[in-house]
């Protein structure tokens, strides 16, 4: 039957906003990215410091994401859509007027803490707005959405800032946000009343803020000589102090914590969940030494090197949409098989590229295998999650979904780094030599390792199909 009618009327609406939603989000990391040397030279700051122009962003973003994602889910959709991409639109404009690298800094956290608002509405509308067996056509949007600004955001940021200069990075953002709002006052439902008693408490979302804030910036400077050591024992001080008040407000009141402990306590949701950590620890710590093997082992300029990158997001792109009829059709558990068998396959293939020497068929096939896996990944696994949600607590499954994401993609830049340097005997900053194949090589079969694990904690949850009249 054709998915066209099966779908209630204002769906394809809701998957646009889906769509807009998740690529301004993915489009505003790729384009700062590739403008963050121009920027660094404009502001006379170090590469180090340079970071936290993303960093600025990702701490704003998963720092908020658990409590303004509680209270979005208590009747809030609407109201946090458009004043997140209302306040998105305004922090990108005051990002590109702004005359200071700190004043960026500062402007870059507020445009993470909008993207938060965003990120936790659209799972929501996932989950409320499409139909139950059509969860998996609403992630592979989202999944198809952030493979177009891996594609679109590195080629755009570099023609923004060849022709203008880097402030129009973050001038482009406005008129897409005007749409979206517009879109989401003409579309979405009105929202009802909330329930204060549902909210999250204050002590729960201060606790969680800080220690999530905390523990990333820990591993965002772990051996960062800029940041000095007081700042550390800081961050090491606040972890110890708010990990204990975040058990203690779960535990004090189960109905407005931060974390329903419910959901703590589903076995088959923890193990999927841990699946997908470890998948994206390797995708996130593959994606971010790619770069420097193509260009400073390899030799390859800055446009040959995109290219070959390129082929991993045209590869999501156009294997993200069936995958999630697939997995709506038949669940989600051995799409979650095929993603860790293609991502190993990717692992293996870089590794007899390390023994035979620069095989460009094989880096063209490695990067096609490695971008299906991400089709796959990015949509079933995400999926399943909220599958095997405790039931009624599907909202908080996305809430959790998130944070794992943004969580393992932070482990993986550095853990991949630590296995790097250990086994190269040098930092991936440095000047590289010939062992930049054995760092590399050695953060392959690190990825073989945990790959098998998470196909261990895929395969011990039972395969579970939703349908329309579930």
């Known amino acids: ?87 998105f639109g305004a922090s990108s404009l005051m990002c590109g007027l702004s005359n200071s690298f700190w004043m960026l800094v500062g402007f870059r956290l507020l445009q993470g803490i909008a993207a938060a608002m965003m990120s936790c509405v659209i799972p929501t509308m996932i989950v409320r707005m499409l139909p139950k067996d059509r969860k998996g056509l609403g ?11 891996l594609i679109l955001g590195p080629a755009l940021g570099g023609l923004i800032v060849g022709v203008a200069t880097w402030h129009w990075i973050f001038f482009i953002n406005v008129p897409i946000c005007a749409i979206i709002i517009f879109m989401a ?20 979302g201060l606790s969680a803020m800080v220690l999530i804030g905390s523990c990333l910036t820990i ?10 050591q007081y700042g550390k024992t800081v961050c ?4 110890l102090i708010s990990l204990p008040i975040l058990i203690w407000s779960i535990r004090r009141d189960s109905r407005r914590a931060i974390i329903a402990p419910q959901m703590l306590r589903n076995r088959e949701y923890l193990l999927v969940a841990s699946s997908f950590l470890l998948c994206t620890i390797v995708v996130a710590g593959a ?36 995958v999630g009829r697939m997995c709506d059709r038949y669940g989600c558990k051995y799409p979650t098989v095929a993603a860790i068998s293609f991502r190993s ?22 990067m096609i295998v490695f971008g299906i896996s991400h089709a796959f990944s990015g949509t079933a696994q995400p999926t399943r999650m909220i599958h095997h949600a405790t039931p009624g607590y599907e909202d908080e499954a996305t809430n959790l979904m998130l944070m794992v ?4 993609s932070a482990m993986g830049c550095v853990l991949f780094a630590l296995i790097f340097s250990l086994a190269a005997n040098s930092s991936v900053t440095d000047p590289l030599d010939i062992d930049m194949m054995a760092g590399f090589t050695a953060t392959m079969w690190f990825s073989l390792a945990i790959m098998a694990v998470a196909l261990i904690c895929t395969l011990a949850v039972r395969n579970k199909i939703v349908k329309a009249n579930d």
């Open 185 to 204: 006052l003409k579309h979405l439902p009105r929202d009802e009343v909330p329930d204060r008693e549902k909210d999250p408490t204050l002590i729960g």
């Open 287 to 322: 994606q971010y030494l790619l770069p420097y093997l193509l260009q400073d082992y390899w030799g390859m300029s800055p446009p040959e090197s995109s290219f070959y990158l390129s082929l991993m997001s045209v590869a999501m792109v156009l294997m993200v949409i069936p």
């Open 236 to 239: 090491g001080v606040l972890i």
């Open 345 to 366: 396959g990717f692992c293996i293939i870089m590794i007899i590229i390390s023994v035979i020497g620069q095989n460009m068929v094989l880096l063209i096939m490695a």
């Open 405 to 408: 994401n943004y969580v393992a």
């Open 1 to 87: 039957m054709n998915d066209k009618h099966n779908l209630p009327p204002g769906s394809l609406l809701t998957l646009t906003l889906i769509f807009l939603a998740g690529l301004i989000d993915g489009l505003d990391v790729t384009i700062v990215t590739v403008a963050l040397p121009t920027m660094t030279n404009y502001f006379d700051v170090s590469v180090s410091n340079g970071s936290w122009i993303v960093f600025a962003y990702v701490v704003g973003l998963a720092s908020f994401l658990l409590p303004l994602g509680k209270m979005s889910k208590n009747h809030r959709t609407k109201k946090f859509m458009i004043a997140g991409t209302a306040l």
């Open 219 to 228: 591993l965002e400077n772990l051996g960062d000589p800029d940041m000095q």
């Open 139 to 149: 992630m592979s949007v989202l999944g198809a959405s952030s493979g177009i600004a």
